[in-house]
Every structure is written in structure tokens, then in C-alpha cells.
């Protein structure tokens, strides 16, 4: 194991090191508390042996110090005590000392208090690996129950927390974001003719495509089904508009066949596109309800397009 001696006496500390480095053990020394604080700040130990009687910061309260910290590892702490010192035990273990020596000791006693602090510390170690562990599957699920699965994209549940997000931000600061919400033109039609497994490959080429076009910022979500949702922040709505438009034009040339529309018919997407506005008291149901809205108007004008919230385009 490695262990901090802290001792203000040199001539203990000298010959408690020897014999532990005698029974195999690595050392590292202090000459008083402050020193051993710093010394064992960052250096991994496994057990700290300290005298109880130092200056400026005797043993209880450099074990109550080292404690306190929590980024470190669990170091067994012994405190050394001369027969003299031994109704200051009690304080020692309730600063957080976990046993005590009194001196003189022989090797014995010293080998079985390090018996007990190996066991302690390991105890200690398989428990913080195995927080760890747990930490890291709780944000490995966390992020998942915010993933879809098929695209890999945010699902509605990360789109409508981020979205949150955003608009708490623009009403704070009256700084706007706009949405794309892009619709696969005749996508059951596609499944119909094609399977399933085809349609899934266009919702993933789909979703990459987007993601591909998207400035750093920009972030896409799967709305549901066939429906994917661009978030363009800092954009006015024309300039969302062109993006939207941009990347409708990149879908179609994509060139992917629909066997359901007819010989040389590719896959195509349409999309509504809304600005949240913060001076006007939005919402985000609103935002997404324009956005639906506008949709709505590029498949009744044809499909195949981006319209913006607003504007009506007929056939």
C-alpha cells in the first residue's frame, strides 16, 4: 500500500518508515500537518499515519481536513498517541480517524491495524468504482431516453427540453430562433411499395442529410414518424427559409427512387418554418403549431417545397 507518515519527530518518523518499507509497503513523509495535507492532496494514499500531538495543525484536525475533501480516494487514518494523549482518542475518531496507535507499538500491532486498513480501502475503492459505474450506465441511459433509435437524432423529448430552453433564453434576452419542420412527401406510399426497411434507410438518409447541412447550432430532432424538426437559432425567417429551402434541394438530390410515385420519382420532402418572438409573448406550442401550419400549406401547394409561417402557397 502507499502510506503518509506525518510525524513532527524525526527520529520516529525515520524508523516508522523503515519498517514499513520493510513489510513492503511505499512511503511518503511530512514533518507536520500543513505539509501533510499538501502531500496528500493528489497523491493517492492508502492509509495516513499521523502523530496526534504536531504544530499548528495537530492530528484530528488534519484527519477532519483530509476528510473533508471529496474529491480524494478513502485513506485509512491511523493516529498516533503516547499513553499521555489517550483521552483525545475519542476526538481523533470522531474527526474521522479510523484507529489509533499508542506508542510505543511493536510490529505486530502495526501489521494488524495495515491488515485492517488494506481490507477498509479496498472495501472503499470497489464502492467508488462501482459509483462510478453506476454514474456513467445512468447517463448512458439518460442520454438514450433521449436518442431515437433509428435515426439517432434527439427524440421529443430532448427536442421539447431544449426547445424550453431556447425560448426561456430569447425572453430573457429578446433574441429570436426559428424551426423547420421537414415532412418525407408520400412516405406511405413508400413503405407501401418499397417495406419497411426501405423507408427506414430513407429516414435515416433523410436525417443525415439535414444534420449535414445544418450550421454549428443548429440542431435536429425527429418530430415523430416521418416528420423531422430543424432548430436554426439566431435566424431571421427569411434566412431560416433559405436554409430550409437549401436543404429540401440537397433531399431531392439525394436522387433516392420512390417505387410508389412512378418510374424516375424521387423521394422528396416538404417543410413549414416558424420564428419564435419573443416581444410577442410566444410560446412553444405556438412556434410548432405555426410551423405544423405552415407545412401544411407546402403539401397543399404541391409538395416538394418550404413555406414559411404565413404564407399560403396553392397548386
Same mark, same amino acid.
Given at each position: @500500500? ?8 524525526? %527520529? &520516529? ?7 514499513? /518499507?520493510?513489510?513492503?509497503h *511505499? ?26 500531538? @504536531? ?25 498516533l ?15 474521522? #480517524? ?13 501489521? %494488524? ?8 480501502? #479496498? ?12 454514474? !456513467?450506465?445512468n447517463?448512458? +441511459?439518460? *442520454?438514450?431516453? !433521449? !436518442? ?5 437524432? $434527439?427524440?421529443?423529448?430532448r ?6 430552453v ?16 421537414f ?28 444534420? /449535414? ?5 443548429? %440542431?435536429?430532432y425527429?418530430?415523430g ?7 436554426? &437559432?439566431?435566424? =431571421?425567417?427569411?434566412s431560416? %427559409? ?6 429540401r434541394v ?8 420512390? &417505387? ?24 412553444v406550442?405556438? +412556434?410548432?403549431?405555426?410551423?405544423? =401550419? ?5 403539401? /397543399?401547394?404541391g ?5 414559411a409561417? $404565413? ?5
Open positions: @500500500m502507499k502510506i503518509l507518515i506525518v510525524d513532527d519527530s524525526p %527520529t &520516529p518518523r525515520l524508523l516508522l518508515k523503515r519498517e514499513l /518499507e520493510g513489510l513492503g *511505499e512511503c511518503l513523509v511530512a514533518d507536520d500537518g500543513d505539509s501533510g495535507l499538501e502531500t496528500f492532496q493528489g497523491s493517492d494514499v492508502d492509509v495516513v499515519i499521523s502523530d496526534w500531538m @504536531m504544530p499548528n495543525m495537530d492530528g484530528d484536525e488534519l484527519c477532519r481536513r483530509v476528510r473533508s475533501d471529496p474529491s480524494a480516494p478513502y485513506a485509512y487514518f491511523i493516529l498517541t503516547s499513553l499521555d494523549d489517550r483521552k483525545h482518542v475519542v476526538a481523533g475518531m470522531e474527526a474521522g #480517524a479510523d484507529d489509533y496507535l499508542t506508542k510505543p507499538f511493536g510490529e505486530e500491532e502495526l501489521a %494488524t491495524r495495515l491488515i485492517a486498513a488494506a481490507r477498509v480501502t #479496498a472495501l472503499y475503492r470497489r464502492l467508488a468504482a462501482q459509483q462510478t459505474e453506476l454514474e !456513467r450506465l447517463a448512458v +441511459l439518460f *442520454e438514450d431516453s !433521449r !436518442r431515437d433509435q433509428l435515426t439517432g437524432l $434527439g427524440n421529443r423529448r427536442q421539447d427540453e431544449d426547445l424550453e431556447l425560448a426561456a433564453r430569447a425572453d430573457r434576452y429578446g433574441q429570436g430562433f426559428c424551426v423547420a419542420l415532412d418525407v412527401d408520400h412516405f406511405k406510399a413508400f413503405n407501401d411499395t418499397a417495406g419497411h426497411l426501405a423507408g427506414d434507410h430513407v429516414l435515416r438518409s433523410v436525417a443525415a442529410s439535414l444534420v /449535414e447541412q445544418c450550421r454549428q447550432g443548429d %440542431t435536429v425527429r418530430y414518424g416521418e416528420e423531422l424538426l430543424v432548430v436554426l &437559432p439566431d435566424q =431571421t425567417l427569411e431560416a %427559409t433559405t436554409a430550409a429551402e437549401r436543404m440537397m433531399i431531392e438530390d439525394l436522387a433516392i427512387e420512390h &417505387p410508389g410515385l412512378g418510374p424516375r420519382k424521387v423521394v422528396t420532402v416538404s417543410a413549414g418554418i416558424s420564428r419564435f418572438e419573443p416581444e410577442r409573448g410566444d410560446s406550442a405556438g +412556434l410548432l403549431e405555426r410551423a405544423d =401550419t405552415a407545412l401544411y400549406s407546402a403539401k /397543399e401547394g409538395r416538394n417545397r418550404a413555406v409561417s $404565413g404564407r399560403r402557397v396553392l397548386s
